[in-house]
């Protein structure tokens, strides 16, 4: 049985420029305004769901899923990052640094095991500073 498909011959859409907020995104979902303790503390416990226990980062399986929720929880530092309290800019900065590397399938394993010590650090560092603000 053939499909009748009609299209409506509207002008398009006129574009406007976002704003800098707008096009500075990494992460999906939320909202920009939304508490960037919430976010990123979340993000840090979704990443480590997939985690072992602190003191096992040696048998760490360093899989794709590893790998992409530590990729999503960089984006979310890199969005929200910049608005945590100024006390926790610098653990923000290392755990963004740390989950570059760990987001990447090419990083030698025991680069990946250094990567994920500096980044627990960093990570509880935020959680521990996000609870108290």
């Known amino acids: 049985m053939p499909m009748l498909v009609a299209c409506q011959n509207s002008p398009p859409a006129q574009k406007t420029q976002a704003a800098p907020s707008e096009t500075a995104k990494y992460s999906t979902g939320g909202d920009p305004d939304d508490d960037p303790c919430t976010r990123v503390v979340s993000s840090i416990g979704y990443a480590g ?19 992409g929720r530590l990729a999503e929880l960089r984006g979310m530092v890199q969005e929200f990052g910049p608005r945590l309290p100024q006390v ?3 653990e923000a900065e290392k755990v963004e640094k740390a989950t570059k590397g760990l987001s990447s399938a090419q990083t030698p394993r025991k680069r990946q095991v250094a990567l994920l010590k500096d980044y627990r650090a960093a990570a509880d560092r935020i959680v521990e500073g996000c609870k108290g603000g």
Not at 50 to 64: M, T, V
Request: no cysteine; net charge negative; aromatic share 4%.
């Open 88 to 90: 926790l800019r610098d």
């Open 49 to 67: 769901l997939l985690l072992l226990p602190a003191g096992r980062e040696d048998e760490q399986n360093f899989e794709n899923a590893v790998l």
